[in-house]
T-cell receptor
Framework: DTEVTQTPKHLVMGMTNKKSLKCEQH?????MYWYKQKAKKPPELMFV???????INESVPSRFSPECPNSSLLNLHLHALQPEDSALYLC?????????????????FGPGTRLTVL | AQTVTQSQPEMSVQEAETVTLSCTYD???????LFWYKQPPSRQMILVIR??????QNATENRFSVNFQKAAKSFSLKISDSQLGDTAMYFC?????????????FGKGTLLTVNP
């Protein structure tokens, strides 16, 4: 199974709502990532989890709250978002974490959640 | 800090022809990895091809090949026999081989359209 799955595919929410995005992988990968992608732009890294612990937080506003319940799951909790947060949210995973000098550490991406904040 | 530059925001090619997408990068590292990712419209980002910096031989995957020029810090992607399904945004990406190799640095992307 070389797939990263994400739910939901589409999400529309108001600025006062609380919602969660979910990501799952069963490749035994120990690093998982959240990216934000605007149309026709490259993905921007938000968070990196390494062995289920948050290792990188790229100065993301606190209205985004990541959670890694176990090595296969990654959630992104959303609260009080702004319209400018509308974007495609991508999850990715990779086999190894930082410090491994021997691999490509290729990242596998999920299909994304298209988020619209009204 | 590493940077990746894709100088062609958009390109088009006729079906069955060959097209080359450009990518240059800047780094002080001696070993690193380079990737080309493809993202079709409203579809998933997938890895097309990868290259390890210490390997002199250019990577090839079926119709996709790279021209890796380490001294020039250039990593172009050649697509042969272009197909309609090759229409996508293509991102060049870089990662260190060392302690921070979790972080991909992306170029701004090239939107490739294959015309029938």
């Amino acid at each position: 199974d070389t797939e990263v799955t994400q739910t939901p595919k589409h999400l529309v929410m108001g600025m006062t709502n609380k919602k969660s995005l979910k990501c799952e992988q069963h490749m035994g990968h120990r690093a998982m990532y959240w990216y934000k992608q605007k149309a026709k732009k490259p993905p921007e890294l938000m968070f990196v989890y390494s062995y289920e612990k948050l290792s990188i937080n790229e100065s993301v506003p606190s209205r985004f709250s990541p959670e890694c319940p176990n090595s296969s799951l990654l959630n992104l909790h959303l609260h009080a978002l702004q319209p400018e947060d509308s974007a495609l949210y991508l999850c990715a995973s990779s086999q190894r974490t930082s410090g491994d000098f021997s691999s490509y550490n290729e990242q596998f991406f999920g299909p994304g959640t298209r988020l619209t904040v009204l | 800090a590493q940077t990746v530059t894709q100088s062609q925001p958009e390109m088009s090619v006729q079906e069955a022809e060959t097209v080359t997408l450009s990518c240059t990068y800047d780094t002080s590292e001696s070993n690193y990895y380079l990737f080309w990712y493809k993202q079709p419209p409203s579809r998933q980002m997938i890895l097309v091809i990868r290259q390890e910096a210490y390997k002199q031989q250019n990577a090839t995957e079926n119709r996709f090949s790279v021209n890796f020029q380490k001294a020039a810090k250039s990593f172009s992607l050649k697509i042969s026999d272009s197909q309609l399904g090759d229409t996508a945004m293509y991102f060049c990406a870089f990662t260190n081989s060392g302690g921070s190799n979790y972080k991909l640095t992306f170029g701004k992307g090239t939107l490739l359209t294959v015309n029938p």
